[in-house]
């Protein structure tokens, strides 16, 4: 069964930065695109292929850089220059997504 954990949010001021992680369990990244989504789940704002290809929302392109540790099972998120419109929980999971969401994790942009 596939397992999501992802962790890293938290409150940062406007223009910071934040590291977002996920854990994944079994052969997920070895076998499927990965992405970051948020707004209920419905917003993808960025992709990472098998291959290592990425692809970024508009609205995040030039500011979030999208990663992959395959040794680790571990997508992770770099967010920039953060905006109060950032805000919301923060998902990874496949491209299409399975079902098998995680819990998310919480950013919140505010002074």
């Known amino acids: 069964q596939v397992q999501l954990v992802e962790s890293g949010g938290g409150l940062v001021q406007p223009g910071g930065s934040l590291r977002l992680s996920c854990a994944a369990s079994g052969t997920i990244f070895r076998n499927n695109n990965m992405a970051w989504y948020r707004q209920n789940q419905r917003e993808r704002v960025a992709t990472i292929t098998r291959g290592g290809n990425t692809n970024y929302a508009s609205s995040v392109k030039g500011r979030f850089i999208v990663s992959r540790d395959t040794t680790k099972n571990t997508v992770y998120l770099q967010m920039n220059s953060l905006k109060p419109e950032d805000t919301a929980v923060y998902y990874c999971?496949?491209?299409?997504?399975?079902?098998?969401w995680g819990q998310g994790t919480q950013v919140t942009v505010s002074s």
């Open positions: 999971n496949t491209v299409p997504a399975s079902s098998a």
